[in-house]
């Protein structure tokens, strides 16, 4: 069974900050992963995602994700959040093989303070 | 702006209505999904096409029915619904239905069932 946990419901951080948006994953073998922001009464935006090779992924808007297999985490990370960053992130896992739904974890709200 | 179209954008029924809610996209994709999202939760799979035809459904009631009448377009036909189904419908569409590729979503229609 595939499951993604998005161990925190808020996260707050001062504007020019750096930003760090938590998730780990539970998936048979290697997962692929993916990062989606949702703005208010809007559907989801794709950030980023991870398949294969550099551990470390870019993706759209400044933001990077790190996949720490030793730790089955794909951590979202900024170096420097923008007002405009505030918004509800949701991360989410498929499986490679067998029944590869996209499951997504519980969602983070991140409120950057100006 | 979002290259996956959904009509409409809000939707108020009763229980005794019949509705379609319709979702189109030209990017070629060959996969098409429709997921019920919750307030402050993640998105729930209902639906899954590949190329055409119904590849994956989660077991959803046959008060909702789907279809695809061609590669670009979705429509899910709601009959008979109850209030518990008032939510948010998102559609989506990925390049193909394998695992690595990102999912294109709606903004979504807000349907009300009174």
């Excluded at chain 1, 930003?19 to 949702?38: E, I, R």
């Excluded at chain 1, 030793?70 to 498929?94: E, I, M, N, W």
């Excluded at chain 2, 379609?20 to 990017?27: A, I, R, T, V, Y």
């Excluded at chain 2, 939760?41 to 096409?49: S, T």
Aim: proline fraction near 7%; glycine fraction near 6%; charge should be positive.
């Amino acid at each position: 069974a595939q499951s993604v946990a998005q161990p925190e419901d808020q996260v707050n951080v001062a504007e020019g900050n750096p930003l760090t948006v938590k998730c780990t994953y539970s998936v048979s073998g290697n997962p692929y992963l993916f990062w989606y922001v949702q703005y208010p009464n809007r559907g989801l935006q794709f950030l980023l995602k991870y398949i294969t090779g550099d551990n470390l992924v870019k993706g759209s808007y400044g933001f990077e994700a790190e996949f720490n297999k030793s730790q089955t985490s794909f951590h979202l990370k900024k170096p420097s959040a923008l007002v405009g960053d505030s918004a509800l992130y949701f991360c989410a896992v498929r499986a490679r093989t067998g029944a590869n739904n996209l499951f997504f974890g519980t969602g983070t709200r991140l409120t950057v303070i100006p | 702006d979002t290259e996956v179209t959904q009509t409409p954008k809000h939707l108020v029924m009763g229980m005794t209505n019949k509705k379609s809610l319709k979702c189109e996209q030209h990017m070629g994709h060959r996969a098409m999904y429709w997921y019920k999202q919750k307030a402050k939760k993640p998105p729930e799979l209902m639906f899954v096409y590949s190329y055409e035809k119904l590849s994956i459904n989660e077991s959803v009631p046959s008060r909702f029915s789907p279809e695809c009448p061609n590669s670009s377009l979705l429509n899910l036909h709601l009959h008979a619904l109850q209030p518990e189904d008032s939510a948010l419908y998102l559609c989506a569409s990925s390049q193909e239905p394998d695992g690595n590729s990102p999912l294109h979503f709606g903004n979504g229609t807000r349907l009300t069932v009174t």
